[in-house]
């Protein structure tokens, strides 16, 4: 690998200009991104994209970070949550005031659940899945559907 950086700050690839095209070479900047767009639910796709690369080439070079998905959102919060208490410890009275509606956050959501219980996301379901839930779920807002949701509930009139 050669030590010349393009204009963006991203190493060039020996054999840059020549026939085919250049090996993707993942840099500390876009791991970082990678796992940021994951912490906001972005597919695979959606993510080479944002990166110019193809779904397998992602797949290939950021096996690691593609694995953690799940832990990326908690990572981030964590993350964000020292660095304003960090801030806040600085002196910095914008971080302090943040600090405190964070504090605030997390009682609020504590007071609907037990101490420790952990979010839990629905898995995603394709198509037709969801096809098939929403088929066997009737429409309550038109009489045919309120009559359907009599007879599944086994409910007389």
Known sequence: ?????????????????????????????????????????????????????????????????LKLADEARDAL?????ATTIREAHAGSASMMKMAIKLIDKHDASLAGSTFGERRVREPKRGKKEQALVDAKTPDESTPLGQLMAQRQSGKPN
């Open 77 to 81: 919060e964590a993350s964000l949550i």
């Open 1 to 65: 690998m050669s030590e010349n950086l393009d204009l963006l700050g991203d190493p060039i690839p020996d054999g840059f200009g020549r026939r085919g095209r250049p090996p993707h070479i993942p840099t500390q900047e876009n791991r970082l991104k990678v796992r940021m767009l994951l912490a906001f639910d972005w597919n695979e796709e959606r993510i080479g994209r944002a990166l110019r690369i193809s779904a397998p080439t992602l797949r290939k070079h950021y096996f690691r970070e």
